[in-house]
């Protein structure tokens, strides 16, 4: 299993702790569920499970039949 060193200052690595503690894991499996986290490359199930959640909402199709007038632009 790979080893990381990570240099923090004093400030980040109480806050560190303090976080881990209050999940109930230690330091290293903090930072590892938050490595896996913000690594994902796949939608969570929750957000999975909402396709088609809202009946009203328009398909595909309807939203690319309308052409609304496009903003105005800034000109550089």
């Known amino acids: 299993m790979p080893q990381v060193t990570l240099y923090i200052d004093g400030e980040t690595g109480a806050r560190m702790k303090a ?10 499996r903090w930072v590892a569920d938050l490595i ?21 909402f328009p398909s595909l199709r309807q939203l690319r039949s309308t052409k609304a007038p496009d903003t105005p632009r800034e000109s550089l």
């Open 19 to 28: 976080a881990a503690k209050a999940a109930g894991v230690s330091v290293s």
């Open 36 to 56: 896996r986290a913000r690594t994902q490359t796949e939608w969570p199930a929750s957000v999975r499970k909402l396709a088609g959640a809202w009946p009203d």
